[in-house]
């Protein structure tokens, strides 16, 4: 048994403690809650004295969160887990409300391997929602809707690359400006076109794609109806690993953002690099606002992205820069969001507090406490002076 | 056209703002030669090929490769051309493997994908093409700096490189390594390949370059064979005068030690040891010089007496006071000045006005502050006394430090640092990027210190300066004290311990 | 002891060193071209939507009741200038204080965005402590709202400057967090059943606080106290405004906050505890932000519901105030009353609907708060201008 063997062993313990006591084995004894959560505790202290401190705090807050977690649902009613907890249901959930984060976060990723700070992905998610929207009405077709989307996202891209880049301008300032802007641009078109009525409620919307997979047990439920965007986003996950660590472009990308003057002297054009992963870092955020509006609620509101590119901007960060990771991240959020919707059934307002969990776990991931996420080493710096 | 020079420089010229950092320089390579470009630092060198690299363009003058004039406006370009080039501070990627590093910007591709085992075959092949061992898959940060090196000339190579320019490639390695990259540069030349070998070591430059082009103040002053030459000759025409600059300096009157480190130890910022059981004393009355080659902890081991960095083992004392836990202001405190080395970095507030800056030790002190409220008339009337005291020209109180020439700005550090009324001064590369005027101030305070009875621990790269003001030199190397020489020794006796050879031969 | 690769960039880089040119050059011209070119940008937009854009700006203007200032005015319209002008001064107080939680960082090298997390938690606790104690002797009662919203801010920005000062997590993340985290906070705090929901039998279906009882509601001095006349809260708001200047310019904290804004290494090198001040100017800032929010509540809000929380934008334009004012007392004074103007200017309540779409109009000033931040981040501009004068 190694440090490492008993420090994963503590994050299973953690989890477990909250499974047992909820659907299918709702367990009623708080008791055997405790037993597993202390023993994750347990494993996880020793973890750190064996030097796994990542790994045994990580066991360590899981045995907290599953202690409380799991207390809890042994004190409430079994009708109402069985209410809340219908694993089908929360999976598909999850998704749907991972979706957006997916996007923003490949986004986010695209730019800030490049080494560019990208601030501005809720702006950019926002402009997507709205334009989304509007392209699908114009031209009655989501499919356009989406490609308007990307290119408004792309623009607002080039505007942030523009500054970034070529101005050399603090990235932190000028994305947090594209997020400002964003919110006048689309609320103002939005008012102008749509006025008080609102997007037409015959507004073009993403398919889901049926799988003929009902019969599958809890499979079936999850993945048998979902919007094809929720698809895009987990390919989109796959194909920006394939080619971030497998194709040249990825390796020419990653080059600008931890070492420009190397990339320059190796000839490449770092200039153009940046340009274009930050463009294509608006398309993608704003094919996640564009889920928001076309594909999961069927209108557009004034900042209908409330935040969820700041979550995607939390999932990378706490993903570490890597596609996989932050695709774990965003699920993380999401079923957070999905259990949230669902928790009223005990408290209608205490629910609210679970859209806090993203900022919470992020705020405890960049303090360094389950280890340090290492960004690229030129991300934030504008390129020197020739 | 088949007797054209690989590559010629015609009259190139180029100014960074009122600063002409190379005027109208020539220089001729030819083909399988050694071609060294020797300067003092701030000679141009650099410039010079950083312009024939793409990454400057010349505001004047002509590139010609093989006789054909050509336009070089980027590395891409200067690459294309067959132009390598291996820069001082390595340009490679860090977390990327050495076969990536070595293809980026000509990837082996299936498809659409990066072909990863044609490029470690590639690598593999270069490596034992050109005596070069490598290993494909390591981590460039896990690597020593002679495999970068290797990996930064095997870049080249693998780009087609015919010119090869090296930016002082020896400054980083050790004796051994610089033997064998130059074994390696011999099997180039021999295979036609032309090399530009930037140095300001004169040693070296004999002993590898077929001829030599000096740089002075971004002038060419002559290109010379190095058969017949010396290092007198070099160094005189590389300095333009007497190569030793001596100081006028009186007897010693030695007093009781000022400050003492005991087996001190420490590691740098990625925690690797930087520091390794320095034990040393300087006494009132006398100036150590610590001489060593770039990089070998100097700055580390200044950080650790500062207080600015933890030490791991052993014990510091400054002026009687044990200052090893203690933080900057207890050791500024406990009588210690420090002359930073990067003065922009550390020595000096840019965005400060000189007044805000010369107060940046006693700001707090009842003389320029009462009740955490400042007194900006206090600070600005001891400026104007200090600044005329030290002879600080180009502004007045209220001028922003940032606005000074380097010299002044250095000046303002020094008076800020000896007002402070010192026992013990650390001085860290004390004049570097200085004209020779304010060296001379610099050097004549520092020696004044020592008259008064402080003790000067002075750290610097030049060789020189440590020799003219030391009373006695201790060599640094790989955060070592491996030797202690009196100052007038040779200066192949220093290179031998610089280089890490003395070790061996006292084992002997 | 070599410099980094990159050697053109010094060592240790603050967001107030790399916008040092822009916050020393070009005088007071470069703001206003700025807000010249965000403006004729706005403009553009009003025009290409069919609109005339003199006109629109000229409703807005009167809206905002600067007109008031203009000797030539008539009886009539100066009463309802003076009311438009009271409402921009209402939103002058807030905007000064959360420019100043932005200045007050920057000028220690700390971008701190989270000035919406800290003015929500300062009008959290100051709605809580303006709402009981009903009984308590008037000033004191005003006194300790305030000072409970002061410290409630200064707590929770000094989480992202202990953050930063213990791990060094960047004050950016941990700023963006704590302001979300705020939000669902407040959001759950005053929401039904939540402890801080009012207790009003008739409301017990609306997720609102309690009102702020008589004696800690701030005086009002012009105007009628119904019609939401102007508060002394402005007054306060101005002091700070000195308390930041002398602060900054005039004391050991505010020259160690200099120090370390424009270079930590040179600051650590002479002995200045650079953590510390990051944890110290942190908490200063959330301090600001917190009354911001004290005063709001104290001075003219009397209450919070949850969806004020999530539809709260105002803290957000402090970025906007500060950047344009440089990040000093005056600046950040004008940058305030700029945006105030136009906030009111744009509002339903003052902008003439027949004229230009209020909601429009909200929205144009959203947009030209964005362009004046964005063209703020870079010193292209200043480097212009100051290259031009020393070529004349």
Same mark, same amino acid.
């Given at each position: 048994m190694t440090a490492k063997r008993i420090g994963w062993g503590a994050v299973v313990l953690g989890f477990l403690a909250f499974f047992v006591a909820?659907?299918? @084995? $709702?367990?009623?004894?708080p008791i055997v809650v405790i037993v597993i959560a202390v023993a994750a505790m347990a494993a996880g202290s020793y973890a750190i004295t064996a030097g796994e401190k990542r790994l045994g705090w990580g066991g360590i807050i899981a045995g907290m969160i599953g202690l409380v977690g799991g207390y809890a649902a042994t004190q409430s009613g079994v009708a109402n887990l069985e209410r809340v907890v219908v694993w089908g249901a929360l999976g598909a959930a999850t998704l749907r409300y991972a979706t957006p984060l997916i996007f923003g976060a490949v986004g986010g990723l695209f730019s800030e391997r490049a080494g560019v700070i990208n601030i501005g992905l809720e702006g950019m998610m926002l402009m997507g929602a709205f334009f989304g929207a509007w392209g699908a009405d114009v031209t009655s077709s989501w499919l356009l809707g989406i490609v308007i989307a990307i290119a408004a996202g792309a623009v607002f891209g080039a505007i942030h690359a523009l500054f970034?880049?070529?101005?050399?301008? *603090?990235q932190i300032v000028s994305g947090t400006a594209l997020n400002l802007l964003a919110v006048g641009v689309t609320g103002y078109l939005f008012v102008e076109v749509?006025?008080? @009525?609102?997007?037409? *409620? *015959?507004l073009p919307s993403v398919p889901n794609v049926s799988l003929p997979?009902?019969?599958?047990?809890l499979l079936g439920d999850i993945f048998? *109806?979902?919007n094809l965007l929720v698809w895009l986003a987990l390919a989109a996950v796959l194909m920006t690993w394939v080619f971030m660590f497998r194709t040249s472009w990825g390796l020419r990308l990653r080059s600008a953002g931890e070492n420009p003057l190397a990339a320059e002297t190796a000839g490449l054009n770092v200039v153009r690099t940046r340009y274009l992963a930050v463009m294509a870092s608006g398309g993608l955020a704003a094919m996640g606002g564009a889920f928001l509006s076309i594909?999961?609620?069927?209108t557009f509101t004034q900042?209908? $992205?409330?935040g969820r590119g700041f979550i995607a901007l939390a999932a990378l960060i706490f993903g570490r820069w890597r596609p996989g990771l932050a695709l774990a991240a965003t699920l993380l959020f999401g079923f957070g969001s999905a259990l949230a919707q669902r928790l009223p059934v005990f408290s209608p307002s205490g629910?609210?507090?679970?859209?806090?969990l993203p900022y919470v776990l992020t705020l405890i991931a960049v303090t360094g406490l389950i280890g340090r996420s290492i960004?690229? @080493?030129?991300?934030?710096r504008p390129l020197p002076r020739n | 056209m088949a007797d054209a020079p690989a590559l010629e420089l015609r009259g190139i010229t180029k100014r960074f703002g009122t600063l !002409?950092?190379?005027?109208?320089v020539d220089f001729e390579l030819r083909r399988g030669e050694i071609h060294a470009l020797l300067g003092e630092n701030g000679a141009g060198k650099s410039t010079l090929m950083n312009v024939l690299y793409g990454l400057h363009q010349p505001d004047e003058g002509q590139i010609l490769l093989d006789g054909q004039p050509v336009t070089i406006d980027s590395p891409r370009r200067a690459i294309g051309l067959g132009i390598g080039m291996v820069h001082q501070h390595f340009?490679? !990627?860090? !977390?990327?493997?050495v076969a990536e590093n070595l293809v980026l910007g000509a990837e082996p591709r299936s498809g659409p994908l990066l072909d990863y085992k044609t490029a470690t075959r590639r690598v593999r092949e270069l490596s034992s093409e050109y005596g070069l061992?490598?290993?494909?898959?390591?981590?460039v940060e896990d690597i020593g700096v002679g495999t970068q090196q290797r990996v930064e000339i095997l870049r080249a190579l693998f780009r087609g490189a015919k010119v090869l320019v090296l930016d002082?490639? =020896?400054? !980083?390695?050790t004796a051994q390594e610089a033997q064998d990259l130059f074994k390696v540069l011999r099997t180039l030349t021999a295979a036609g390949t032309s090399v530009v070998f930037i140095s300001h070591k004169l040693n070296e430059v004999l002993d590898i370059a077929d001829r030599v082009t000096v740089l002075r103040r971004g002038e060419k002053v002559d290109t010379v064979s =190095?058969?017949?030459?010396t290092e007198r000759s070099l160094a005189g025409l590389m300095v333009? &005068?007497?190569?030793?600059?001596r100081v006028e300096k009186t007897e010693q009157k030695l007093g009781e030690p000022l400050l003492e480190l005991e087996g001190v130890s420490a590691v740098d910022d990625r925690g690797l040891?930087?520091?390794?059981d320095v034990t040393l004393r300087v006494r009132a009355g006398e100036i150590v010089g610590l001489a060593g080659v770039?990089?070998?902890g100097q700055s580390e081991l200044i950080e650790t007496i500062m207080g600015l960095r933890a030490p791991t083992a052993g014990t510091i004392t400054a002026a009687g006071v044990?200052? =090893?836990?203690?933080g900057p202001r207890e050791t500024l405190n406990a009588g210690v000045s420090h002359i930073a080395e990067d003065r922009h970095r550390r020595?000096?507030?840019?965005?400060?006005?000189l007044a805000e800056n010369l107060c940046l030790?006693?700001?707090?002190t009842p003389a320029f502050s009462s009740r955490g409220f400042l007194s900006p008339s206090k600070m600005v009337a001891r400026a104007r006394t200090l600044l005329k005291e030290f002879d600080v020209?180009?502004?007045?109180?209220?001028? &922003?430090?940032?606005?000074?020439?380097g010299g002044n700005q250095q000046k303002v550090v020094i008076a800020r640092e000896l007002t402070a009324d010192p026992k013990v001064i650390i001085a860290?590369?004390? =004049? &570097?990027?200085?004209d020779v005027g304010a060296i001379e101030f610099v050097h004549r305070r520092l020696v004044e210190e020592r008259d008064a009875g402080k003790g000067v621990l002075l750290v610097s790269l030049e060789l020189e300066e440590i020799r003219s003001l030391s009373d006695r030199v201790l060599v640094i190397y790989e955060g070592r004290i491996v030797a202690e020489l009196p100052p007038e020794s040779s200066e192949e006796d220093f290179g031998v311990y610089m280089t890490g050879g003395g070790r061996d031969e006292r084992a002997a | 002891m070599s410099a980094p690769?990159?050697?053109?960039?010094?060592p240790n880089i603050t967001v107030a060193s790399r916008m040092a040119t822009f916050f020393r050059g070009g005088g007071i011209l470069a703001p206003l071209i700025t807000i010249l070119v965000a403006f004729l940008a706005g403009g553009l937009v009003v025009l290409a939507t069919g609109h005339n854009p003199i006109e629109t700006y000229q409703a807005i203007f009167k809206g905002s009741g600067?007109?008031?200032?203009?000797?030539? +005015?008539?009886e009539d319209d100066r009463i309802i200038a003076a009311l438009n002008l009271q409402q921009t001064l209402i939103l002058t107080t807030p905007l000064i204080l959360t420019g100043l939680a932005v200045a007050f960082a920057f000028r220690c090298g700390l971008f701190n965005i989270g000035g919406q997390g800290q003015y929500i938690l300062g009008s959290i606790f100051a709605v809580w402590v303006g709402s009981s104690?009903?009984?308590?002797?008037a000033l004191l009662h005003v006194l300790v709202a305030m000072l409970a919203g002061v410290l409630a801010g200064a707590v929770w920005a000094g989480i992202a400057g202990l953050l930063k000062a +213990? #791990?060094?997590?960047?004050e950016v993340i941990s700023t963006i967090m704590l302001n979300w985290i705020a939000i669902w906070t407040g959001v759950w705090i005053?929401? +039904?059943?939540?402890?801080?929901?009012?207790?009003n039998p008739d409301q017990v279906d609306v997720p609102v606080s309690n009102d702020i009882v008589e004696g800690a509601k701030l005086p009002v001095f012009w105007g009628d106290p119904q019609l939401q006349g102007l508060h002394i809260g402005i007054f306060i708001a101005l002091a700070a405004l000195v308390v930041f200047w002398v602060l900054l310019n005039r004391t050991t904290l505010g020259y160690e906050v200099r120090a370390v804004g424009f270079n930590p290494d040179a600051a650590e090198a002479s002995g200045i505890n650079v953590r510390r001040n990051y944890v110290m100017v942190m908490a200063i800032c959330g301090a600001f932000a917190g009354l911001g929010g004290a005063l709001d509540l104290l001075g003219w809000q009397f209450r919070i519901a949850t969806n004020d929380i999530q539809t709260?934008? +105002? #803290?957000?334009?402090g970025i906007a105030v500060a950047l344009l004012g440089r990040n000093t007392a005056i600046g950040t004074l004008l940058g305030a009353l700029l945006f105030a103007g136009l906030l009111t200017g744009t509002s339903v309540r003052n902008l003439d609907p027949t004229v230009f779409e209020p909601q429009l109009a909200t929205n144009l000033t959203y947009m030209i708060q964005g362009l004046v931040v964005l063209l703020i981040s870079t010193d292209v501009l200043v480097v212009y201008l100051l290259r031009r004068r020393r070529r004349k």
């Amino acid at each position: 048994m190694t440090a490492k063997r008993i420090g994963w062993g503590a994050v299973v313990l953690g989890f477990l403690a909250f499974f047992v006591a909820v659907p299918p @084995l $709702t367990v009623r004894s708080p008791i055997v809650v405790i037993v597993i959560a202390v023993a994750a505790m347990a494993a996880g202290s020793y973890a750190i004295t064996a030097g796994e401190k990542r790994l045994g705090w990580g066991g360590i807050i899981a045995g907290m969160i599953g202690l409380v977690g799991g207390y809890a649902a042994t004190q409430s009613g079994v009708a109402n887990l069985e209410r809340v907890v219908v694993w089908g249901a929360l999976g598909a959930a999850t998704l749907r409300y991972a979706t957006p984060l997916i996007f923003g976060a490949v986004g986010g990723l695209f730019s800030e391997r490049a080494g560019v700070i990208n601030i501005g992905l809720e702006g950019m998610m926002l402009m997507g929602a709205f334009f989304g929207a509007w392209g699908a009405d114009v031209t009655s077709s989501w499919l356009l809707g989406i490609v308007i989307a990307i290119a408004a996202g792309a623009v607002f891209g080039a505007i942030h690359a523009l500054f970034a880049v070529s101005f050399r301008a *603090d990235q932190i300032v000028s994305g947090t400006a594209l997020n400002l802007l964003a919110v006048g641009v689309t609320g103002y078109l939005f008012v102008e076109v749509y006025g008080d @009525l609102g997007t037409p *409620d *015959d507004l073009p919307s993403v398919p889901n794609v049926s799988l003929p997979i009902d019969w599958l047990p809890l499979l079936g439920d999850i993945f048998g *109806d979902l919007n094809l965007l929720v698809w895009l986003a987990l390919a989109a996950v796959l194909m920006t690993w394939v080619f971030m660590f497998r194709t040249s472009w990825g390796l020419r990308l990653r080059s600008a953002g931890e070492n420009p003057l190397a990339a320059e002297t190796a000839g490449l054009n770092v200039v153009r690099t940046r340009y274009l992963a930050v463009m294509a870092s608006g398309g993608l955020a704003a094919m996640g606002g564009a889920f928001l509006s076309i594909g999961f609620l069927h209108t557009f509101t004034q900042n209908m $992205t409330a935040g969820r590119g700041f979550i995607a901007l939390a999932a990378l960060i706490f993903g570490r820069w890597r596609p996989g990771l932050a695709l774990a991240a965003t699920l993380l959020f999401g079923f957070g969001s999905a259990l949230a919707q669902r928790l009223p059934v005990f408290s209608p307002s205490g629910a609210v507090l679970f859209q806090a969990l993203p900022y919470v776990l992020t705020l405890i991931a960049v303090t360094g406490l389950i280890g340090r996420s290492i960004p690229p @080493l030129a991300l934030g710096r504008p390129l020197p002076r020739n | 056209m088949a007797d054209a020079p690989a590559l010629e420089l015609r009259g190139i010229t180029k100014r960074f703002g009122t600063l !002409v950092a190379n005027n109208a320089v020539d220089f001729e390579l030819r083909r399988g030669e050694i071609h060294a470009l020797l300067g003092e630092n701030g000679a141009g060198k650099s410039t010079l090929m950083n312009v024939l690299y793409g990454l400057h363009q010349p505001d004047e003058g002509q590139i010609l490769l093989d006789g054909q004039p050509v336009t070089i406006d980027s590395p891409r370009r200067a690459i294309g051309l067959g132009i390598g080039m291996v820069h001082q501070h390595f340009m490679l !990627v860090p !977390v990327m493997t050495v076969a990536e590093n070595l293809v980026l910007g000509a990837e082996p591709r299936s498809g659409p994908l990066l072909d990863y085992k044609t490029a470690t075959r590639r690598v593999r092949e270069l490596s034992s093409e050109y005596g070069l061992a490598v290993d494909p898959d390591a981590k460039v940060e896990d690597i020593g700096v002679g495999t970068q090196q290797r990996v930064e000339i095997l870049r080249a190579l693998f780009r087609g490189a015919k010119v090869l320019v090296l930016d002082e490639p =020896t400054a !980083v390695l050790t004796a051994q390594e610089a033997q064998d990259l130059f074994k390696v540069l011999r099997t180039l030349t021999a295979a036609g390949t032309s090399v530009v070998f930037i140095s300001h070591k004169l040693n070296e430059v004999l002993d590898i370059a077929d001829r030599v082009t000096v740089l002075r103040r971004g002038e060419k002053v002559d290109t010379v064979s =190095t058969e017949g030459a010396t290092e007198r000759s070099l160094a005189g025409l590389m300095v333009g &005068r007497d190569v030793l600059l001596r100081v006028e300096k009186t007897e010693q009157k030695l007093g009781e030690p000022l400050l003492e480190l005991e087996g001190v130890s420490a590691v740098d910022d990625r925690g690797l040891p930087a520091v390794n059981d320095v034990t040393l004393r300087v006494r009132a009355g006398e100036i150590v010089g610590l001489a060593g080659v770039d990089a070998n902890g100097q700055s580390e081991l200044i950080e650790t007496i500062m207080g600015l960095r933890a030490p791991t083992a052993g014990t510091i004392t400054a002026a009687g006071v044990d200052v =090893t836990h203690a933080g900057p202001r207890e050791t500024l405190n406990a009588g210690v000045s420090h002359i930073a080395e990067d003065r922009h970095r550390r020595g000096l507030v840019l965005e400060f006005d000189l007044a805000e800056n010369l107060c940046l030790r006693e700001y707090k002190t009842p003389a320029f502050s009462s009740r955490g409220f400042l007194s900006p008339s206090k600070m600005v009337a001891r400026a104007r006394t200090l600044l005329k005291e030290f002879d600080v020209r180009g502004g007045d109180p209220e001028t &922003r430090a940032g606005s000074l020439s380097g010299g002044n700005q250095q000046k303002v550090v020094i008076a800020r640092e000896l007002t402070a009324d010192p026992k013990v001064i650390i001085a860290a590369q004390p =004049t &570097r990027g200085l004209d020779v005027g304010a060296i001379e101030f610099v050097h004549r305070r520092l020696v004044e210190e020592r008259d008064a009875g402080k003790g000067v621990l002075l750290v610097s790269l030049e060789l020189e300066e440590i020799r003219s003001l030391s009373d006695r030199v201790l060599v640094i190397y790989e955060g070592r004290i491996v030797a202690e020489l009196p100052p007038e020794s040779s200066e192949e006796d220093f290179g031998v311990y610089m280089t890490g050879g003395g070790r061996d031969e006292r084992a002997a | 002891m070599s410099a980094p690769p990159d050697s053109e960039l010094p060592p240790n880089i603050t967001v107030a060193s790399r916008m040092a040119t822009f916050f020393r050059g070009g005088g007071i011209l470069a703001p206003l071209i700025t807000i010249l070119v965000a403006f004729l940008a706005g403009g553009l937009v009003v025009l290409a939507t069919g609109h005339n854009p003199i006109e629109t700006y000229q409703a807005i203007f009167k809206g905002s009741g600067f007109n008031w200032f203009f000797p030539w +005015l008539s009886e009539d319209d100066r009463i309802i200038a003076a009311l438009n002008l009271q409402q921009t001064l209402i939103l002058t107080t807030p905007l000064i204080l959360t420019g100043l939680a932005v200045a007050f960082a920057f000028r220690c090298g700390l971008f701190n965005i989270g000035g919406q997390g800290q003015y929500i938690l300062g009008s959290i606790f100051a709605v809580w402590v303006g709402s009981s104690f009903d009984g308590m002797p008037a000033l004191l009662h005003v006194l300790v709202a305030m000072l409970a919203g002061v410290l409630a801010g200064a707590v929770w920005a000094g989480i992202a400057g202990l953050l930063k000062a +213990l #791990a060094g997590t960047n004050e950016v993340i941990s700023t963006i967090m704590l302001n979300w985290i705020a939000i669902w906070t407040g959001v759950w705090i005053f929401n +039904l059943g939540s402890p801080l929901q009012n207790d009003n039998p008739d409301q017990v279906d609306v997720p609102v606080s309690n009102d702020i009882v008589e004696g800690a509601k701030l005086p009002v001095f012009w105007g009628d106290p119904q019609l939401q006349g102007l508060h002394i809260g402005i007054f306060i708001a101005l002091a700070a405004l000195v308390v930041f200047w002398v602060l900054l310019n005039r004391t050991t904290l505010g020259y160690e906050v200099r120090a370390v804004g424009f270079n930590p290494d040179a600051a650590e090198a002479s002995g200045i505890n650079v953590r510390r001040n990051y944890v110290m100017v942190m908490a200063i800032c959330g301090a600001f932000a917190g009354l911001g929010g004290a005063l709001d509540l104290l001075g003219w809000q009397f209450r919070i519901a949850t969806n004020d929380i999530q539809t709260h934008t +105002l #803290a957000f334009f402090g970025i906007a105030v500060a950047l344009l004012g440089r990040n000093t007392a005056i600046g950040t004074l004008l940058g305030a009353l700029l945006f105030a103007g136009l906030l009111t200017g744009t509002s339903v309540r003052n902008l003439d609907p027949t004229v230009f779409e209020p909601q429009l109009a909200t929205n144009l000033t959203y947009m030209i708060q964005g362009l004046v931040v964005l063209l703020i981040s870079t010193d292209v501009l200043v480097v212009y201008l100051l290259r031009r004068r020393r070529r004349k």
